[in-house]
């Protein structure tokens, strides 16, 4: 699982406010990790209309999202246990339109600030939950659904 900063780690000198200063081919394996705020909205299943390519978000977590904390609980080792669960890469977040508007990757590749809720600006590792903008109150664990196609959302979360 992913470390969270401490409070002391998101002080305003310039070399630990590296999301404004770094691009994301420029962060360290740190510095990326610590870039997810922990929402859990890319771990959720999305459906593909195969004729259209249209895509459909859904409410169920991958069975690896702890749905308390919002990460993964296999991280290191989540592709052995996910094959298909997605390797973010600089060159991937461009090409990955589904992540959410409020991906701090995303964000950042678009050249846009992290939020004010963001972990990194608050020093506080629940601020993405407390802000409400994490999956963990509303997602439905894998293992208790029967048809992804049930548990499709009106819009993208």
């Not at 305003?12 to 740190?30: G, V």
């Not at 939950?129 to 439905?140: C, E, F, N, T, V």
Request: proline share 6%; net charge neutral.
């Amino acid at each position: 699982m992913t470390t969270r900063p401490s409070r002391q780690s998101t002080a305003t000198t310039n070399e630990e406010r590296f999301w404004e200063t770094r691009t994301l081919a420029d962060l360290t394996e740190a510095q990326w990790e610590a870039l997810c705020d922990g929402c859990g909205k890319c771990c959720l299943h999305k459906l593909e209309e195969e004729e259209t390519g249209q895509l459909f978000h859904t409410n169920v977590a991958c069975r690896l999202l702890d749905l308390r904390s919002g990460r993964c609980t296999r991280y290191a080792e989540r592709f052995r246990w996910v094959p298909d669960c997605v390797q973010l890469t600089p060159a991937e977040v461009r090409r990955l339109h589904w992540l959410p508007v409020t991906c701090a990757y995303r964000l950042r590749a678009e050249g846009q600030p992290l939020p004010d809720w963001h972990p990194l600006r608050t020093g506080d590792p629940h601020s993405t939950q407390r802000a409400g903008m994490s999956i963990i109150h509303w997602a439905a664990p894998e293992q208790r659904v029967r048809r992804l196609e049930d548990h499709i959302l009106e819009r993208a979360p």
